[in-house]
Nanobody, 125 residues
Framework: QVQLVESGGGLVQPGGSLRLSCAAS????????MGWYRQAPGKQRELVAA???????KYGDSVKGRFAISRDNAKNTVYLQMNSLKPEDTAVYYC???????????????????WGKGTLVTVSS
C-alpha cells in the first residue's frame, strides 16, 4: 500500500509562485510514473505534469513554460514548482503514483494506482 500526502497549496496573487510537494510512503519501489493533476469546479480532472522513473517529463499545454515537475528519490517526494500563476490555475491539485500517470506517459502499467487527497490552490488578487 502507498500513502500520498500533498502540501504547499494556498492563496497566491496572479503572477506569484507556489511549490507543491507530494510525499510518498509505503511500497513504491515498483511504481514507474508520478504526476500532478488538477480539477477546477465544474471541470474535468486534467494532467498538469508527469515524470517517470527514467526521467521523462510531460506537461499540460496550459502550464508549459510555467510549471516544473521534479522528484527527490531520497525523500520519496515529487514536487510541482508553479510560476507565473494565473487565476485559471485555481483548482484542487492531486498527486498520483502509478497506472494513471504511466498510461499518460505510454509507460508500462503494473496494476497499482494511488492518489493523494488533494491540495487547494487559489490564484486571486
Amino acid at each position: 500500500q502507498v500513502q500520498l500526502v500533498e502540501s504547499g497549496g494556498g492563496l497566491v496573487q496572479p503572477g506569484g509562485s507556489l511549490r507543491l510537494s507530494c510525499a510518498a510512503s509505503g511500497s513504491i519501489f515498483s511504481i514507474n510514473a508520478m504526476g500532478w493533476y488538477r480539477q477546477a469546479p465544474g471541470k474535468q480532472r486534467e494532467l498538469v505534469a508527469a515524470i517517470t522513473t527514467g526521467g521523462r517529463l510531460k506537461y499540460g499545454d496550459s502550464v508549459k513554460g510555467r510549471f516544473a515537475i521534479s522528484r527527490d528519490n531520497a525523500k520519496n517526494t515529487v514536487y510541482l514548482q508553479m510560476n507565473s500563476l494565473k487565476p485559471e490555475d485555481t483548482a484542487v491539485y492531486y498527486c498520483n503514483y502509478g497506472d494513471t500517470t504511466a498510461q499518460a506517459m505510454g509507460a508500462v502499467s503494473y496494476g497499482m494506482d494511488y492518489w493523494g487527497k488533494g491540495t487547494l490552490v487559489t490564484v486571486s488578487s
